[in-house]
């Protein structure tokens, strides 16, 4: 796609998405089911709800497509759009009584839709990540500074080809003190940038004023790059009246919004799975009641969330009494280990209680594998960040269980946290989904270690 086209891939997107909602309204579920109160209600609801689409969904800014192009980010103001569209449908049909059409209606069509915008999402990114990765629709963009930040800056953007920035100089920067206004000006009209990236460590506040004067008048993009070299995914911008402050960590793992959505998948997965599942768990409790002597379920004290107790519910896959000489971590071939809890430890079914933790807010589907507090002063003395962990509730699966498997002593331990610090960096729905999947993909095959 050429840069000149850019201008109209806003408009075509709202087009396909206007496309895709009217496919959603005149699918043959939603025909078939023929809830319309009256014939002549049916293409004014339409209508209406072409309206509100085309009216919200720029409000919401769903359209602009910044660069770097990120697919999360543009589903979440899609989803935040659909939100308000259904509140604003919502308080036509009910509260406005203007329409009636029924609940199935309703809940086919938006499910249709958005099952069809995400696919079109996913399709738009990939297609103008090929086509910029190719050279196509990239934008100049200008890199002022000291070489150091300014070659690092620019590296980066020749990997990342899929950005879409064209970097045409990174010399200038050395001039732009002893030069005028006017001759600074000139020269950077000359470049005709898109973009201007300014990397100094210590920079003239009239210079850095003329900057941001000159992008306004002729609508540069005028960026600061900090010199800081950061591995922490928790910072942010955030202003003081007009002092700009880089907040590197919050506090917190994540921010309400996803501990909600957290939360709230949390308990419809796990009562979902309970209910369904009852069979399952009635089957294991037999056979494990059947083939060795001792309780069917193990309680044992874990550390959970901010570093608090908490008593986590197996199926016992031990003998009873395991940890006479105290606490041991499991190993291949461990004698402790009775026959039926071997199958279960491979399929990870002795986990399973642990959904009703779950259910009292202890634990998280998703997240990592809660210790003992024998085993984390070992760990934390090895490897201090262990407790960055305990910002978040433990899980019943984890990247950690799942990539790398059991830990059979300390190092392994902490070989297999470093897995569970990565997710800790990138915690999403869509992450504790792909997960869950792959830990499936474990207790079918069997290759719980």
């Known amino acids: 796609m050429p840069y000149r086209y850019s201008k109209y891939l806003p408009g075509f997107t709202l087009i396909c998405d206007l496309l895709l909602l009217n496919i959603a309204l005149y699918n043959p579920v939603y025909v078939s089911l023929n809830s319309y109160s009256s014939a002549g209600s049916g293409p004014q609801f339409i209508l209406l709800i072409n309206i509100i689409w085309i009216v919200l969904a720029p409000l919401s800014n769903a359209y602009h497509i910044p ?20 509140l604003i449908t919502f308080s036509c049909i009910y509260f406005l009584d203007i329409y009636q059409v029924s609940a199935e209606k309703l809940f086919f069509t ?47 953007f020749s990997t990342h080809r899929e ?23 000139q020269r950077l009209m000359a470049k005709n940038p898109y973009e201007i990236f300014i990397c100094y460590k210590n920079m003239d506040e009239v210079l850095l004023n003329f900057f941001i004067q ?72 037999l056979t494990t009641r059947l083939t060795s002597k001792g309780p069917v379920f193990y309680r044992q004290e874990r550390v959970g969330l901010n570093g608090k107790p908490f008593k986590i519910i197996k199926f016992r896959s031990m003998y009873t009494d395991a940890e006479k000489m105290g606490p041991q971590l499991s190993k291949d071939n461990d004698p402790r280990i009775t026959k039926w809890g071997r199958v279960m430890r491979k399929t990870r079914l002795d986990e399973l209680p642990q959904f009703w933790n779950v259910l009292k807010g202890d634990m ?11 085993f984390i002063q070992q760990i934390s003395e090895k490897t201090p960040h262990y407790k960055d962990l305990l910002k978040i509730k433990p899980g019943i699966t984890s990247i950690g269980q799942v990539q790398y498997g059991y830990a059979e002593n300390v190092e392994q331990m902490c070989d297999r946290m470093h897995y569970d610090l990565q997710y800790l960096e990138n915690i999403t729905l869509n992450s504790d989904l792909n997960i869950i999947f792959k830990t499936v993909k474990v207790m079918i095959q069997g290759k719980g270690k």
Do not use: W
Request: aromatic content about 12%; charged content about 20%.
């Open 67 to 86: 660069r770097p192009l990120k697919l999360k980010d543009n589903l979440n103001k899609f989803f935040q759009t659909i939100l308000y569209h259904l």
């Open 110 to 156: 938006y499910t249709i839709f958005i099952a069809l915008v995400i696919f079109q999402r996913i399709c738009l990114s990939l297609f103008l990540d090929y086509i910029r990765k190719q050279g196509y629709n990239a934008r100049n963009i200008l890199i002022l500074g000291e070489d150091n930040i300014a070659s690092r800056l620019a590296s980066y």
């Open 163 to 185: 950005y879409g920035y064209d970097v045409i100089d990174t010399s200038l920067g050395d001039d732009c003190a002893s030069l005028s206004e006017e001759e600074l000006t």
């Open 214 to 285: 000159f992008g306004e008048l002729n609508g540069v993009k005028i960026k600061v790059v900090s010199d800081l070299m950061l591995t922490n995914a928790y910072a942010k911008l955030v202003n003081y009246d007009n002092l700009p402050v880089l907040q590197v960590r919050a506090g917190q793992a994540m921010d309400r919004r996803i501990r909600l959505a957290k939360r709230g998948f949390d308990v419809a997965f796990s009562t979902t799975l309970m209910l369904v599942g009852s069979p399952v768990f009635f089957t294991i409790y």
């Open 364 to 374: 998280s589907i998703v997240g990592p594998r809660p210790e003992r507090e024998h």
